[in-house]
């Protein structure tokens, strides 16, 4: 049996770590492919002071002046409607050391510059094209871009051409977005003495944007890969705890017979080491079918929340094999240290020593909750003066600590005060036992309390978040169909036709840039002067008449992230890169933007088409009578030869943003579970362990006349009761822990705060959960209990045994 | 009271041709072979024999907590045979006192609530009579200390005290002295003598020690899984 639980912890808590940390290898990996396309955060580079771009000019200088440049100029096209990252490059002089470059080799050089040139893609870019290599599919103005030719290590979603093209195909001709920096081989002058005060040093990140968006999905994921490997730990403690004290007879008798103390632990190590090793392979090889389950989850998670394209299978690098392993055995030792200690300071003559079990246990209670008051301390402390995400978790990580180390300070006060208030001797009997009993659960009870409390906390926060999430959808999908056309000459033909049509109340153009703002991407979104804004359009804060404010282009309303991030509050000015120079605007609203990784602005959206001239315009929203709606996207389909991606009405839309919705908090919902599950696992452990350590109290009260049918009931009531106050101990909790997912994770990795609701009914379902957790881990000791045979357990009162 | 149980008067214990065999090693094992016993009220009984002679399984089908292949035990006017699972063990809480070599108290009770547990548990409660055994085994100074923090003479007082509380037909003591040194052994066997005789009940105790045998009414010894 111990064997069996040993093994079981050690593998949960592998496999559950592995397989985390595989998902976060694989996402990782993914990340350093995006940083890596020549140009990403990983290369230093010049960018211009003001504007989006710089004159092609200064390039030219540089080069002359012995600066090891190479231009660049990124911007977005549509194909089919679909928006992609156009990167224009210049190859002769793309430095070597900017990552993962196309291999364009000199033989291939020729066709990629000359007309019609290369357009590179990923392969996947090309699936979800549905184009075959050598196509040539259309742009915005309905010209044919280059011919499309497939390289394995650019990232999804980009498309690479030479920079003459792009330079064309963006309408920014002698245009510059950056220039790359290679590895200097010689002294050059200043930037200053040969671009004056135009341009500006970018130095290399060793972080991308892509890496600090993810930063709080990876801890989050690896939270709970912690917590779950504690938990299996705990199952590995209370085994090895147990293993170790039905051997010291045989472990005292060795020493006696002349084995050294030294000699001894070193073969528990080894013994320990192997079965470490055994479980921790069998536990990789379940952590990369956990991982392999979750990957599709996670993949959809990172790009509904921050964009990021992962592959949808997992390749995995040797050291996490390797990891793993060493995580396997470090537990494994950790978690025997006591025992092993003990084994080490045997004393060789030593009898069955009376333990004063209220005494020693009273005494360790209280030094378990001062240590638990130290963790709320720091809790209070990294909440009071941390600022940043890792604070928010640290404010989490001691919140838990300091709630599972006083935890059996709380059970030990509600059974002494129910034992203080019983007057029947068997109720008197259930609370104190349960009480003795508590030293032997209370490892099991924390990673319950655990498991439940982050239950709570991350159900509470999911279902705030849609109820909040459903309201501002309803009020940023008011328009009830959706056009995206081709390119900018389709989007006016279809506008012309649209007019005619009677049908249409109102047709609401719209418009997105992509520009900068202190050193993060941003967006520009533009929002005609309609009352279907004005009306539906949800502020979080805003001054009198803000969407009036709005018309003349000298006001924006900011995006809560932006808002929070650059410390904005109404009324103050921010200076935004546009294509002619900056663009200063008023701060005059702050709009909740859920769900969306880069900062945005909205401002009127002919103010938009002023400042950034080159955006397409393809995108449109219809006003419609609902009942008129399917009839016009018929006739716009037939129309216009679009398909289901073009042409979308605002049910369509919301079930599409639900779905997205659900699926990206689908792999909290199963970390949830798997972490709850292995919690049950720690409680049955412990209580099969401690079964057959519970004969001697049991059997006496067998032979004075409680039948072993009501003692097993009594067992199961004991261990229902205290699993019972341990989860009204974690509601609580978990909502505090909601609490500070809401108010301060998700504030410092989103930027947005959302509204804190108590949901009873889950809170009732996860008490449930937790009590059938618990009645499923009791059953098995106890129907072994209620069906044990009388000479098991009068062995008991044997005088030879 | 259900079916079956004993009334306080007449013979506690009447064993007639009792036999009891266990398989060990593939191998039958008679262990009794037709034992015959009688305790009366208010006699106590050394039951004396070699280790394995089946002192300990007769005590244990005595009280009911294993069953025999034949013969026959009755206590008082009841046969123990005829009884339920469920009658047993009311037998045991209501009509019988056991006292155990290793004590088996209920360590996370205090000694009070020990004395008293089975005494309250059978509804039998007397709280003078409680009072009288705490006196005599002198345990007033120990009532709220738990049985971990008491020496082997006091555990085994408690435990004569539990027993006793509840005014059982018949006292079962399985090697009452055997953890105890010699003093202390004569001490709580003199208590538990002394008990017997003001409570009346029958008292039937396993022992090894002829020294200790000697002490009470009538010995006998069981040998070759018969009462010589």
Known sequence: ?801 | MTKGIPSATGPVLHVTGLTKSYRTAGEEVAVLRGVNLTVAAGESVALTGESGSGKSTLLHLIAGLDAADGGEIRLADASVAELSDAERAELRRDRLGLVFQQFNLVPSLTVEDNLAFQSRIAGRHDAAWHHELVERLGLGRFLKRYPEQLSGGQQQRVAIGRALAVKPLLLLADEPTGNLDEDTADEVLALARDLVKRSGCGFLMVTHSARLAATLDRQVNLHAGVIA
């Open chain 1, 1 to 801: 049996m111990q064997l069996a639980t040993l093994l079981i912890g050690l593998i949960s808590a592998t496999a559950l770590w592995s397989g985390v940390q595989a998902l976060n290898q694989q996402a990782r990996t993914s990340y350093d492919r995006a940083a890596a396309t020549f140009g990403g955060a990983r290369t230093a580079m010049l960018v211009a002071r003001t504007g989006v771009s710089f004159p092609q000019e200064l390039f030219v200088e540089l080069r002359r002046a012995g600066w090891p440049v190479s231009p660049m100029l990124e911007g977005r096209i549509q194909i089919e409607g679909r928006s992609f990252r156009l990167l224009g490059i210049e190859p002769v002089t793309l430095p070597a050391e900017v990552g993962s470059a196309p291999t364009i080799g000199k033989a291939g050089l020729q066709s990629f510059m000359t007309p019609p040139g290369e357009m590179l893609v990923a392969p996947e870019t090309l699936s979800d094209l549905k184009l075959a290599e050598g196509a040539r599919p259309q742009g915005d103005g309905g010209a044919p871009l280059p011919p499309l030719r497939v390289q394995t290590n650019l990232v999804p979603g980009v498309l690479v051409v030479d920079i003459g093209i792009a330079q064309n195909l963006l309408k920014m001709p002698d245009q510059l977005s950056r220039l790359l920096i290679g590895k200097a081989t010689g002294r050059h002058p200043p930037l200053e003495s040969v671009a004056g005060d135009k341009l500006r040093l970018v130095e290399a990140d060793a972080e991308t944007d892509l890496e600090r968006l993810t930063d709080s999905f990876h801890l989050n994921l690896t939270a709970f890969g912690l917590l779950s490997f504690f938990v299996g730990l705990f199952i590995v403690n209370s085994a090895i705890g147990l293993a170790f004290e039905q051997r010291l007879p045989t472990l005292r008798t060795l020493r006696a017979c002349g084995v050294s103390a030294r000699m001894l632990n070193a073969v528990l190590v080894l013994e320990l080491v192997s079965l470490a090793l055994a479980a921790g392979l069998i536990g990789l090889v379940c952590g990369y079918f956990i991982a392999g389950a979750l990957l599709p989850d996670v993949a959809a998670s990172l790009r509904g929340l921050y964009g990021a394209q992962i592959p949808g299978h997992l390749t995995l690098k040797p050291q996490w094999w390797v990891a793993g392993l060493a995580i396997s055995i470090l537990g494994a030792l950790a978690a025997a240290a006591v025992s092993l200690t003990k084994a080490l300071r045997l004393p060789l003559l030593a009898t069955a020593q009376p333990f004063a079990w209220q005494q020693a246990q009273r005494r360790w209670l209280t030094y378990q909750s001062a240590v638990a008051l130290v963790a709320f301390a720091a809790a209070a402390g990294f909440l009071w003066f941390g600022d940043s995400l890792i604070s928010g978790f640290a404010v989490l990580a001691a919140l838990m600590l300091g709630a599972a180390l006083i935890l059996p300070m709380f059970l030990e006060i509600v059974l002494s005060l129910g034992q203080r208030y019983a007057r029947a001797p068997l109720g008197i009997w259930f609370w104190a036992d349960s009480r003795q009993q508590l030293s032997g659960l209370s490892l099991a009870l924390m990673a319950l309390l655990l498991a439940l409390a982050v239950n709570v906390g991350v159900s509470t926060m999911v279902e705030s978040f849609s109820r909040t999430f459903l309201v501002w959808l309803d009020g940023r999908l008011s328009a009830e169909v959706y056009v995206s056309a081709a390119n900018d000459a389709q989007a006016h033909e279809i506008k012309a036709w649209l007019r005619e049509r009677p049908e249409v109340e109102a047709i609401l153009p719209g418009g997105r840039a992509d520009t900068q703002l202190a050193g993060a991407p941003l967006e520009v979104l533009g929002l005609p002067d309609h009352a279907t804004y004005r009306d539906n359009w949800p502020l979080l804060q805003s001054t009198e008449n803000a969407w009036v404010k709005l018309r003349p282009g000298d006001a924006a309303l900011v995006s809560e992230q932006l808002a929070r991030r650059l410390h904005l509050s109404l009324g103050d000015r921010i200076e935004v890169p546009a294509s002619g120079g900056n663009w200063t605007l008023n701060v005059v609203g702050i709009y909740a933007d859920y769900g969306n990784p880069k900062s945005q602005i909205a401002v009127n959206f002919a103010a938009l088409t002023r400042r950034f001239p080159e955006i397409p315009l393809t995108r449109m929203g219809l006003r419609v009578a609902p009942p008129k709606i399917p009839a016009l996207i018929s006739a716009l389909q037939e129309k216009f030869g679009l398909d289901d991606r073009n042409v979308a009405d605002q049910a369509r839309m919301k079930a599409e943003s639900t779905r997205i919705f659900n699926r990206t908090f689908s792999v909290t919902a199963a970390l949830n579970a798997f972490t709850l599950g292995v919690a049950g696992v720690a409680l049955l452990t412990s209580l099969l362990t401690l079964a057959n350590s519970r004969l001697p109290h049991l059997a006496p009260l067998w032979a004075i006349g409680v039948t072993r049918r009501r003692l097993a009931a009594i067992e199961l009531l004991k261990t229902t009761s205290v699993a019972f106050i341990t989860t009204i101990f974690a509601l609580p909790l978990g909502l505090l822990v909601a609490w500070c997912l809401l108010a301060i994770v998700n504030v410092k990795a989103f930027g947005w705060r959302l509204p804190f609701h108590v949901f009873p009914l889950q809170l009732l379902w996860l008490t449930g959960v937790a009590m059938a957790a618990a009645v499923a881990a009791s059953a098995l000791p106890v129907i072994r209990l209620a069906r044990m045979q009388p000479t098991s357990l009068m062995r008991i009162f044997a005088n030879e045994r």
